[in-house]
């Protein structure tokens, strides 16, 4: 009933939210496959019931694809490979970061996946953006990380270039919520209390 409501309230404040793409509210997200580069393979320990990046430890690539988390809830963290738009919704992941979700074992119920978009890179800055995402993978190895070189969640899902977009699906690759550009705080909060419904029903 808890998560009914929640959701009832989303879409009376949302409707007009999701873009003319092929994201859309309470349907499945059409599925990528990200061949170049793909997912950050850190190498990690368990520490504490925790994934810890191993001291001089090393990240390697694979193919990715959008439906390997199935099963779990996750946000899907869209960036284009600019300046800047990683402080959008920097609000948005330090409140994810805030509310302590179930994430920090390889297994763990709920994951952030961060897609960054290389083909919308500046000339001659994708090598940067690509250590900026490596380093980030160290700091939360728990997290996923994917570099898409050739744009092909952007192409999939019909999403604006140079923006940021915020994709949350609960455990059967529904779309919960979606938002491109800022999220204003009223749209954080209601993210979060998404999520953890969802955590709370599976």
């Given at each position: 009933m808890k998560k009914l409501v929640i959701l009832s309230v989303f879409l009376l404040l949302g409707a007009g939210i999701a873009s003319a793409g092929t994201i859309k509210v309470g349907e499945e997200l059409p599925e990528i496959n990200i061949k170049e580069k793909g997912v950050m393979v850190p190498e990690y320990e368990i520490v504490k019931d925790r994934m810890v990046f191993k001291e001089d430890g090393r990240i390697s690539y694979r193919e990715w694809d959008s439906k390997e988390l199935s099963g779990r809830i996750r946000t899907i963290y869209h960036l284009a490979a600019r300046d800047g738009i990683d402080e959008i919704n920097e609000p948005y992941i330090d409140a994810l970061i805030a509310a302590k979700l179930p994430e920090a074992l390889p297994d763990s119920p709920y994951k952030t996946i961060t897609i960054l978009n290389m083909d919308d890179a500046l000339w001659g800055t994708s090598g940067i953006a690509g250590m900026r995402l490596e380093k980030s993978q160290k700091e939360f190895p728990y997290a996923c990380y994917?570099?898409?070189?050739?744009?092909?969640?952007?192409?999939?899902?019909?999403l604006?270039?140079?923006?940021?977009?915020?994709?949350?699906?609960?455990?059967?690759?529904?779309?919960?919520?979606?938002?491109?550009?800022?999220?204003?705080?009223?749209?954080?909060?209601?993210?979060?209390?998404?999520?953890?419904?969802?955590?709370?029903?599976?």
């Open positions: 994917v570099a898409d070189e050739d744009g092909q969640a952007i192409k999939t899902w019909g604006k270039k140079k923006e940021s977009a915020v994709i949350v699906l609960d455990h059967e690759n529904r779309v919960i919520f979606f938002k491109e550009g800022k999220l204003n705080r009223e749209e954080i909060q209601t993210a979060v209390a998404l999520i953890k419904s969802e955590l709370e029903t599976d």
